[in-house]
Each structure stands twice: as C-alpha cells, then as structure tokens.
T-cell receptor
Framework: NAGVTQTPKFQVLKTGQSMTLQCAQD?????MYWYRQDPGMGLRLIYY???????DKGEVPNGYNVSRLNKREFSLRLESAAPSQTSVYFC?????????FGDGTRLSIL | GDSVTQMEGPVTLSEEAFLTINCTYT??????LFWYVQYPGEGLQLLLK?????DKGSNKGFEATYRKETTSFHLEKGSVQVSDSAVYFC???????????????FGEGTQLTVNP
C-alpha cells in the first residue's frame, strides 16, 4: 500500500528559483494538506484542500501556492524560493481523522 | 485560537524506564486529541487518540487519558524500548471540525531517545 507519496525526497535550490513539490494519495481521501516542519515549532499548516476543486490558506501560506489537480494529487509551489523556506515539507490526506502522512521532502535553499 | 503545549525535550531514558510526555491544550468546546509519532526519516503516524473527556487512548503499550478538568493529554508508557526512540507530537482538532478538511493543531514535538 503506497498511501501518501511525495516527490522529490530531497532538493537543494538557489534563492529565487522555483520548485513544485508533488503529492499523491491512493486512499480516495477527500482532504489533503501541506505542512512544514521546523525545529522546535512542530508542524505548521501551509494550505489545505477540503475536497477536489477547493483550497484554503493555513497558518503560514505566504510564499506558496497550491493546486488540487484532481482527487489524488495536491501540489505545492514555491515561485521564488527564499532561505526562510528551508524546511521539511509533509503532505497528508484524510477522510475524517486520522490524517495519513507522506515521508516528507527535505528542501534546502541556499 | 487553539493551541497545544508539550513538555520541552529532548528526553533521554534507559531501556525499561517509565515515560511521561506532558501535553496541555487550549481550545473551545470539546476537541479530539491525538498523539502522533515520527520515526527517523519518516512521516508522522497516528499513535493513539481520544475523542471525549475521560477517554483513554492506547496503542503499543502507550496510553493517554483525556482530562478536561486539567486540559491535558499526557502520554505514558510503563517500560520503554530502544525502538520507541522517535519524536512525539500531541495534536488536537475541534469537535465541530471532525469532518473532511479538519485542521490539526500540533504541539512542538518531543524528541525521545532510549538507550540500551
């Protein structure tokens, strides 16, 4: 069972470059989420999608955009990467609770 | 707004020691409470949950009791193993949000290291 799959697993960018993080789930869940994880701050919600065709801002949306391409896929885009966006990014999906998480994308911006 | 506060880490224990990781929350109404675990290099996995006051969630020897009077959901295990080394996150979701699209609020996470 694949569950939630994130690509890539690691990425290094230069400041100002753009990047799209991909997420796909095979559990037929309606809701999908993007979080970032920083030391000492837990997980903070960037954007979420309650259902196909809808997206909403979370706690820290600035500098990011999302696309709910279909029910399976939810991508996160950094249009102009900044060093402050160096983090581990997690995608999750759910149908009610609990949320199921991918293994993360470790992103470094130099 | 809703918030979750966990005890500061990291926590280092010897194998077979007793574990407590404190978690307190601030929320309106009656939230559902969760503990997630993150093993090195992996995403978060649900460890246990409780949805109403006095409920006890349990899994893999871990337990946590929903205490509304103290707004707490402390995680305990009687005898930890090296394989329990991980980061533990306490989280909540509002009762009215227990549907698709509900948003979890996480604590900061507590790193646990268990030595043989």
């Amino acid at each position: 069972n694949a569950g939630v799959t994130q690509t890539p697993k690691f990425q290094v960018l230069k400041t100002g470059q753009s990047m799209t993080l991909q997420c796909a789930q095979d559990m037929n869940h309606n809701s999908m989420y993007w979080y970032r994880q920083d030391p000492g701050m837990g997980l903070r919600l960037i954007y979420y999608s309650a259902s196909e065709g809808t997206t909403d801002k979370g706690e820290v949306p600035n500098g990011y955009n999302v696309s709910r391409l279909n029910k399976r896929e939810f991508s996160l885009r950094l249009e102009s990467a900044a060093p402050s966006q160096t983090s581990v990014y997690f995608c999750a999906s759910s149908e009610r609770q609990p949320q199921h998480f991918g293994d993360g994308t470790r992103l470094s911006i130099l | 707004g809703d918030s979750v506060t966990q005890m500061e880490g990291p926590v280092t224990l010897s194998e077979e020691a007793f574990l407590t990781i404190n978690c307190t929350y601030t929320a309106t109404g009656y939230p559902s409470l969760f503990w997630y675990v993150q093993y090195p290099g992996e995403g978060l996995q649900l460890l246990l949950k409780a949805t109403k006051a006095d409920d006890k969630g349990s899994n893999k020897g871990f337990e946590a009791t929903y205490r509304k009077e103290t707004t707490s959901f402390h995680l305990e295990k009687g005898s930890v193993q090296v394989s329990d080394s991980a980061v533990y996150f306490c989280a909540l979701i509002p009762l009215e949000g227990e549907t698709s699209g509900s948003r979890l609020t996480f604590g900061e996470g507590t790193q646990l290291t268990v030595n043989p």
